[in-house]
């Protein structure tokens, strides 16, 4: 009933910039908090920003002061602004969302990922 869908991944080099986007769709009656998530291989998924409703947006401090996490309600997008990368900052980023999905029911989603390898 809900898809989130990351775009925006792809190969950099060192000290570069990405922007990754989600889009939801579907059954959304209002978005709450949503976030991007990252995973390495061998590592477990980890939070990297947060993006309330309302409110300052929180990172990891491996992020902080590099990305930036932004939201456009109105179009139901999400956005991780990257820049100085890293090669620790490979892995598959997710979008997540806390949605509601009616008045009285929320649910949470998971997009499919999107891969980010920062590599010369």
């Known amino acids: 009933q809900v898809q989130l869908v990351e775009s925006g991944g792809g190969l950099v080099q060192p000290g570069g910039s990405l922007t990754l986007s989600c889009a939801a769709s579907g059954n959304i009656f209002s978005i709450k908090a949503m976030a991007w998530y990252r995973q390495a291989p061998g590592k477990e998924r980890e939070l990297v920003a947060r993006?309330?409703?309302?409110?300052?947006?929180d990172y990891t401090e491996s992020v902080k002061g590099r990305f930036t996490i932004s939201r456009d309600n109105a179009k139901k997008l999400l956005y991780l602004q990257m820049t100085g990368l890293k090669p620790e900052d490979t892995a598959l980023y997710y979008c997540?969302?806390?949605?509601?999905?009616?008045?009285?029911?929320?649910?949470?989603?998971w997009g499919q990922g999107t891969q980010v390898t920062v590599s010369s």
């Open positions: 993006a309330p409703t309302d409110g300052i947006a």
């Open positions: 997540n969302a806390d949605i509601w999905v009616s008045r009285w029911i929320s649910r949470n989603y």
